[in-house]
C-alpha cells in the first residue's frame, strides 16, 4: 500500500498562485474605485458643512460673506476665511479633501491646512488692511448658481481663486476629472471643471 502523500505539488502551488494572481488583478481596481467613491461622498460632505458655516458667520455679521482674508491687526496679513470660521466648524478636518494628500498653507497668513478655495468675486479683502469688499447677502440678486467654495489645487498656496484673474485655474478635479463645488445658496455637487467656467457662476454682477 502506498505511503500517503504529505504537502502540495510544485504545480498545485504555482496554480494557487495564479489564481491568487487575478483575483487581485480583478478586486484591486475595485476597491481603489470603492475608496476614490469614499473620498467624493466625504468632500461632498466637507463642503456643504462649509456652506453651513458660512452661512452662520454671515448670520453673525449683518448677512455679509466671510472674507477670503481679513486683517485684524498683527505681524501677518490676516486671518484667512478657513481661521474666520474656525468657530463655527465641528471639526477643523473637513476643510481637507481626503483625496488631497498635501493641503496648502497661506504664507504670511494666520491659516488652517486646506483643501478648498473660496470665490475671492465675492469675498476678496484688498491689499494689507485694505478695505473690506465681501459681498452682504443683501445685495446679490442671485445664489443658487454662484460658486463660493471648490477643491482647489494643492499647489497654488492662496485662500481662494478669482475668475477675472484665474480663470478656472485653480480648480482641482480630483473625483474622477470633477470638483467638488459649493454654491452660495448652499447646495454642492461634483461638476467638471468646464461646467463653470463662465463668469456668471462666480460673480454676482456678471450676466
Known amino acids: 500500500m502506498p505511503a500517503p502523500r504529505i504537502g502540495f505539488t510544485l504545480l498545485e502551488i504555482l496554480v494557487v498562485i495564479a ?16 475608496r476614490a467613491s469614499g473620498y467624493k461622498v466625504a468632500c461632498l460632505s466637507n463642503v456643504r458643512q462649509l456652506l453651513q ?6 448670520s453673525d455679521n449683518d448677512r455679509r460673506l466671510v472674507p477670503a482674508r481679513l486683517y485684524l491687526g498683527g505681524p501677518d496679513l490676516g486671518k484667512t476665511w478657513c481661521v ?7 471639526d477643523e ?8 494628500p498635501t493641503p496648502q498653507m497661506v504664507s504670511n497668513s494666520t491659516d488652517l ?19 473690506n469688499i465681501s459681498w452682504s447677502m443683501a445685495a446679490i440678486p442671485r445664489t ?3 460658486v463660493l467654495f471648490f477643491d482647489m489645487k494643492s499647489s497654488v498656496g492662496a ?34 471643471p468646464r461646467e463653470i467656467d463662465a463668469a456668471k457662476f462666480w460673480s454676482p454682477t456678471a450676466p
Do not use: Q, W
Request: net charge positive; glycine share 12%; proline share 5%.
Open 19 to 34: 489564481i491568487i494572481a487575478i483575483l487581485a488583478g480583478i478586486l484591486f481596481p475595485v476597491f481603489a474605485g470603492v
Open 93 to 100: 478636518r473637513i476643510l481637507t479633501c481626503p483625496a488631497d
Open 159 to 192: 485662500m481662494g481663486s478669482g475668475y477675472s484673474a484665474h480663470r478656472i485655474s485653480r480648480v482641482e478635479a480630483r473625483h474622477h476629472n470633477k470638483a467638488t463645488v459649493g454654491f452660495l445658496d448652499g447646495h454642492a455637487k461634483p461638476l467638471a
Open 53 to 58: 458655516a458660512a452661512g452662520m458667520y454671515a
Open 113 to 131: 491646512p486646506h483643501s478648498y478655495g473660496i470665490n475671492y468675486d465675492l469675498t476678496y479683502v484688498t491689499g494689507f488692511g485694505g478695505s
Open 84 to 90: 474666520l470660521l474656525r468657530p463655527y466648524l465641528g
Open 144 to 146: 443658487a448658481d454662484l
